[in-house]
T-cell receptor, first 113, second 113 residues
Framework: GDSVTQMEGPVTLSEEAFLTINCTYTATGYPSLFWYVQYPGEGLQLLLKATKADDKGSNKGFEATYRKETTSFHLEKGSVQVSDSAVYFCALLNTGTASKLTFGTGTRLQVTL | GAGVSQSPSNKVTEKGKDVELRCDPISGHTALYWYRQSLGQGLEFLIYFQGNSAPDKSGLPSDRFSAERTGGSVSTLTIQRTQQEDSAVYLC???????????FGPGTRLTVT
């Protein structure tokens, strides 16, 4: 079945540091890939998405590229801010089997001054 | 416009009692999902409604869990004879026809004592 593996947290960075959160997936067919973010006390929000190989999703300075050859969708940001502190979830949507999202376990990011 | 709303925001119940959780999706969204977020299990798919089709119940953990969607809009997730392991945040999401993005509600935090 479909699965998503992302790096365990927590990840602690100083403000303005470079961020990478690794995500790899296993799926049949051609899934769409997503990063969702959950800020403290809030619901899940879509951060960015990519629907086919080599697509790059980007939003709020975050980027992720859909790499079919390595089945990866790593999240990156060049300079994190304290306000980026949140839990980040990688997810896939395999419309070939069902339309439900399959999530990774989430990675907590803590950014300090 | 209004987002996905859920009620109650918090629910504390005694083991063995039944609970009902409500979700109001974004108006016009044809697809509705329930997920569960718990420590140690991450985000798990529970059930999916798409228009008038039979729901995909493949994620429901036991026959104590059921859900309905009336008139293609509001949905109720019912948990009968609650157990302590049912304690979690229950998330609802909706999606427009033809779209990829699922819009999440703020969740209902269920605590079974």
């Amino acid at each position: 079945g479909d699965s998503v593996t992302q790096m365990e947290g927590p990840v602690t960075l100083s403000e303005e540091a470079f961020l990478t959160i690794n995500c790899t997936y296993t799926a049949t067919g051609y899934p769409s890939l997503f990063w969702y973010v959950q800020y403290p006390g809030e619901g899940l929000q879509l951060l960015l998405k990519a629907t086919k190989a080599d697509d790059k999703g980007s939003n709020k300075g975050f980027e992720a590229t859909y790499r079919k050859e390595t089945t990866s969708f790593h999240l990156e940001k060049g300079s994190v801010q304290v306000s980026d502190s949140a839990v980040y979830f990688c997810a896939l949507l395999n419309t070939g089997t069902a339309s439900k999202l399959t999530f990774g376990t989430g990675t907590r990011l803590q950014v300090t001054l | 416009g209004a987002g996905v709303s859920q009620s109650p925001s918090n629910k504390v119940t005694e083991k063995g009692k039944d609970v009902e959780l409500r979700c109001d999706p974004i108006s016009g969204h044809t697809a509705l999902y329930w997920y569960r977020q718990s420590l140690g299990q991450g985000l798990e798919f529970l059930i999916y409604f798409q228009g008038n089709s039979a729901p995909d119940k493949s994620g429901l953990p036991s026959d104590r869990f059921s859900a309905e969607r009336t008139g293609g809009s509001v949905s109720t997730l019912t948990i009968q004879r609650t157990q302590q392991e049912d304690s979690a945040v229950y998330l609802c999401a909706s999606r427009p026809a033809g779209g990829y993005e699922q819009y999440f509600g703020p969740g209902t935090r269920l605590t079974v004592t």
